[in-house]
């Protein structure tokens, strides 16, 4: 990724020094309303820079090298702000969780009306094929007409994936996403599923996002199209540079940000020249609660770039205190460090 512009410190801004960075720096912790990536809670550091607000999250598992890029993220919404849109909304999808079959009713009502496109994870640890031709088949009843896609996570192997897609297909797909791992793994699926006359188009993922190179899975003809998040990618100017290089549609998906962090995927979706897929920014639906008071929740289906109000957040009611937020602000200090000298101390 060295070739992509780098967004911190902003052009014409002074460097972004740390001590400044704590000083506007909150933690915040969520509760889900559904288990979701096997975790029920959502943390988060919020930082309020001169262009905004700006979210630092990277899942607790990742270490500081991975988090770098989501820190970029984090100072561009905050430092830099964003690119211009070139529309006023963006669609989303509904995600449905790998939960229960007699579930999916409720989780889908979470995103109210208008939804016409639905991703629905797969592959989870512990359960079935028929658990997933459950759950997909429960969404294909409760919305006949929607498209449906599936994110197995990178959770089977070639064969399972082949298998597992073959018999999903049934119930109409509009892609896969990372059915397994790897630039090798998605060629491998891909081809099989094409000589089986079964051509489910491939979306990577985990192939973009943890890749060292974001653009090898598309040079390696391995997906039909991309899914983009602004964190891992290190900002919205650089997603935006990594859709171009790819040269493949692209879809825009949270990591289960908060509104904040919402607001920068809508600013990428609202500033890509093509948009042909409905984006994976309803998320907020998954979060009981949030960091404002007007969350950034689909509307028919859409989310208005312009609905998100900077001047409504009020972390105060789900700030989080003690070891967990010394254990965030340690983080950042560390990932400062390492944006700055290149090592943590
Ligand atoms: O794309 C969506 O519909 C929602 C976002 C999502 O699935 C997700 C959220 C957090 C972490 C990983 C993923 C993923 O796409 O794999
Ligand atoms: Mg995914």
């Known amino acids: 990724m060295t070739d992509l512009p780098t967004v911190t410190p902003s052009p014409g801004l002074p460097p972004v020094g740390l001590e400044y960075v704590l000083d506007c720096a909150v933690v915040v912790r969520l509760p889900l309303t559904v288990r979701f990536r096997g975790v029920t809670e959502r943390e988060a550091v919020l930082i309020h820079g001169p262009a905004g607000w700006g979210e630092f999250a990277p899942f ?7 988090a770098l890029a989501w820190y970029r993220a984090c100072l561009e919404a905050a430092w830099s702000g964003f ?22 009713p409720k989780v ?18 512990g359960q079935t094929l028929e658990d997933d031709d459950a759950r997909v088949a429960a969404v294909r009843a409760e919305l006949p007409g929607a498209k449906i896609r599936v994110d197995a996570n990178q959770g089977w192997t070639v064969p399972e994936a082949v298998e597992g897609l073959l018999r999903l297909a049934r119930h109409d797909l509009e892609y896969a996403e990372q059915p397994a791992a790897g630039i090798d793994g998605l060629y491998a699926v891909r081809e099989q599923l094409h000589s089986r006359g079964v051509p489910v188009p491939i979306a990577a993922d985990e192939s973009v996002r943890k890749a060292e190179d974001p653009i090898a899975v598309a040079r390696a003809g391995a997906a039909d199209l991309v899914v983009v998040k602004v964190a891992p990618l290190g900002g919205v100017r650089r997603a935006l540079s990594v859709v171009e290089q790819a040269g493949l549609p692209a879809v825009v998906s949270s990591a289960l940000d908060t509104s904040v962090g919402l607001r ?14 409905a984006c994976g920014l ?48 340690d983080r950042v200090r560390r990932v400062h460090e390492l944006m700055e000298h290149g090592s943590a101390r």
Do not use: C, M, Q
């Open 264 to 277: 920068a995927g809508v600013a990428l979706a609202a500033a890509l020249p093509n948009l042909p897929y």
């Open 108 to 125: 889908l009502e979470g995103y109210g009306h208008g939804i016409e496109a639905v991703k629905v994870k797969v592959a989870e640890a």
């Open 83 to 104: 690119p211009e849109p070139v529309r006023a909304s963006v669609p989303v999808n509904a995600t449905v969780p790998a939960v229960e079959a007699a579930r999916v």
């Open 282 to 329: 309803g998320t907020g639906a998954l979060l009981a609660e949030d960091v404002t008071a007007f969350p950034l929740r689909p509307v028919n289906g859409e989310l208005r770039v312009d609905a998100f109000d900077p001047d409504s957040v009020h972390p105060d009611p789900v700030l989080l205190e003690g070891p967990r937020r010394d254990w965030w602000v």
């Open 60 to 66: 607790p598992e990742y270490d500081d090298a991975e």
